[in-house]
């Protein structure tokens, strides 16, 4: 047991050389108001005038203050350390430096606070630490804080109360640490701040203890003894009472060990039934094993902690890698693991298989067959195509004779008008896949090829390379495609074995007109187009409209004919049915283009180029040049993982049953 402090504060020096308290160490954290009697308690703890002494806030940093207790001189067999006084302090930023004097102590504290928190009276929340040797001290690890303060006092800033606060907090917020509220005896104990900065976050007071200090300063015919019996407010840990030194015995520099003596006398007297069980000395004692008992409860939770930062921290440092040794090899192996995850996602087989949303060939395969596909089947093989426009194109195949049959030339005219309208959106399914190959770049930067972001310009050349190969490819598909438009409208084949014949189609309107008549039933044109006539001259008539050469109104619309009626209808079953034998033909075909121009080509080659633009010997040095980033965090969480094993000996060091 006795070794469990000794063990914590060599724990808490191996986490100070890496400047990280990533472990929430046992300590005991002392809380009181400004001119409470923290630094009277704390120096009666050591039996030396250590801290620094005045009006105001004094302890204006965090002071963690290590005890070790030594053999007397006279009975060490070798020296400390090679330090032949009786007892020292030491500095944790003044290595190898030893101060004998205590005074010299006092001054090196106020000297570190100016430092950091300048001459005025801020507060800074980096700690000072120290620690003091001597045979008179148990082992104990505290911190002692600012006081709490409640008036701005110089140049202190408005909200230095919300500042102590909230450095107080930040300490015992730590469910590994005892909590010492020091509250003098001549204040009510219910408007204590001490206790009540305790209670928010130790609400069961299963860690705060409690000292009286100041017994000696209550009003005459008064005394503590309702409250150090817990009568008043119930402390878990214990309430005790304590003697102060008086600002006559500092002048006077009455010694600590006289102090001690006029304190227990003055408990003998006045508390006698408590007389046992207060003090300082049994407040040290009762620091010491609380802190002890504490240590062993935390220890099991400190060791699988440790256990799991160190798996953590491996796994940080082997995502940095080694530092560069062979460029060549490296290179290679960078540029082919980029682009085998580059294939492999747009495969599927990739090692890091997004669930969020489509990525990588699967994406391509819904913008193929759902986008691209959907988009084709929701066009109207007769949109935009009135029966005034197809009635217009047959007059204008017919020429000045009037057509006895439906000219072949009028429907060759209105399939390519409705052919062209494929190219658009087989145009953008191009580019909906150039896209998404561009996304792949970035989905295996960030998820599949860690060791890439170690070098930043080695990932910019990666991405500029295969957007340049992306980009030289794009033209050409797109040239393919509309490639495929044109093949289509370049010959009409009125012999596809799906093509409906044009006397058949024509028979069967036929037949269906007769019928209709048979019924007394008259077709109705529900929509004709209705504009107004171009102003005189030789302009050429619209469509549904007829030049006024008697200067008498003329109807702009008409009822269409048996015949004309039986035309149009031909013509637009014959371009329904072509239609959709060329949308499937270019449903089918666009996406065989896109993968064979575009995809296929990039997963090919993709390899060959990166390699033939980037290994080169004046370009290796450079391109593989790591980030100051990756560089500086490998070397922190190497140092990290180094602490972390330390920890893990320094605890495995003490046997299970010593802890009972």
């Known amino acids: 047991m006795e070794t469990l402090i000794p063990t914590i504060n060599r724990l808490q020096e191996v986490f100070l050389t890496v400047g990280a308290e990533i472990i929430q160490l046992p300590q005991i954290v002392v809380v009181g108001s400004q001119s409470s009697g923290k630094s009277s308690v704390l120096e009666s703890l050591v039996g030396r005038d250590f801290l620094p002494r005045g009006s105001g806030i004094v302890t204006r940093r965090p002071l963690v203050l290590q005890l070790i207790n030594i053999a007397p001189l006279q009975e060490r067999v070798k020296t400390e350390n090679g330090v032949t006084a009786e007892e020292w302090g030491t500095f944790l930023h003044c290595k190898n430096q030893i101060f004998t004097d205590f005074q010299q102590i006092r001054r090196e504290i106020e000297t570190e606070t100016e430092r950091s928190s300048g001459e005025n009276k801020g507060i800074s929340p980096e700690p000072i630490y120290l620690k003091i040797f001597s045979p008179k001290v148990l082992n104990l690890t505290l911190v002692d804080l600012p006081g709490i303060t409640k008036v701005p006092v110089g140049d202190q800033p408005e909200d230095i109360e919300a500042q102590v606060q909230e450095m107080i907090l930040s300490f015992i917020s730590n469910p590994n640490s005892l909590i010492l509220a020091v509250s003098p005896a001549n204040s009510d104990l219910a408007t204590s701040d001490a206790l009540k900065l305790a209670r928010e976050v130790d609400p069961d007071g299963r860690r705060t203890l409690l000292v009286v200090s100041k017994l000696d300063l209550m009003d005459a015919g008064t005394d503590a003894l309702e409250v150090l019996l817990g009568r008043v407010i119930p402390v878990r840990l214990g309430i005790i ?133 959907r988009t084709l089947q929701s066009i109207d093989p007769l949109g935009g195509l009135t029966e005034l426009d197809i009635l217009t194109a047959i007059r204008n195949a017919t020429g000045p004779r009037p057509a006895l049959f439906v000219p072949e030339v009028s429907f060759e005219l209105l399939a390519k008008r409705q052919i062209k309208r494929l190219e658009e959106p087989s145009l953008r399914c191009v580019e909906l896949v150039h896209e998404e190959l561009q996304r792949i770049i970035q989905h295996c930067s960030s998820f599949s090829t860690q060791e890439l972001l170690r070098f930043p310009k080695l990932h910019d050349s990666i991405v500029e390379v295969v957007t340049g190969l992306l980009r030289k490819r794009l033209p050409i598909t797109n040239e393919m495609v509309h490639n495929l438009v044109a093949i289509e409208l370049a010959y009409i084949n009125t012999k596809h074995p799906d093509f409906a014949d044009a006397a058949q189609v024509s028979a069967s309107v036929n037949s269906q007109q007769a019928e209709a008549l048979d019924g007394g039933k008259r077709w109705k044109n529900d929509k004709v187009a209705e504009e107004k006539a171009p102003p005189a001259g030789f302009g050429s008539p619209s469509k549904g409209q007829a030049i006024n050469l008697l200067d008498t109104a003329v109807p702009v619309s008409r009822k269409l004919s048996s015949r004309e009626q039986r035309d149009c209808e031909v013509i637009q079953r014959l371009i329904n049915c072509y239609f959709l034998i060329v949308r499937k033909s270019i449903q089918d075909s666009v996406p065989k283009t896109v993968m064979h121009f575009l995809v296929n080509f990039v997963k090919e080659h993709l390899q060959s180029e990166l390699v033939g633009q980037l290994y080169k010997q004046t370009l290796l040095q450079d391109l593989l040049i790591e980030s100051q980033d990756t560089a500086q965090q490998r070397t922190e969480v190497a140092q990290m993982l180094e602490a972390l094993k330390k920890a893990n000996n320094i605890i495995s060091e003490i046997r299970e049953t010593h802890l009972w």
């Open 241 to 373: 009472g304590v003697v102060n030194r008086s600002q006559h015995d500092i002048n006077t520099q009455k010694s600590l060990e006289d102090c001690t003596r006029d304190e227990h006398a003055f408990l003998q007297r006045h508390y006698p039934s408590l007389a046992s069980r207060a003090g300082s000395r049994y407040l040290a004692k009762t620091l010491s094993r609380l802190l002890m008992h504490h240590i062993r409860d935390c220890l099991p939770e400190l060791k699988t902690r440790v256990t799991v930062l160190s798996s953590q921290y491996q796994a940080r440092l082997n995502s940095y890698g080694q530092p560069v040794e062979d460029h060549s090899a490296t290179l290679l192996q960078i540029v082919t693991k980029f682009a085998s995850d580059y294939c492999n996602t747009i495969e599927g087989t990739a090692r890091y298989i997004q669930t969020s949303e489509l990525c990588g060939g699967a994406r391509i395969c819904y913008i193929f067959h759902e986008t691209f596909g």
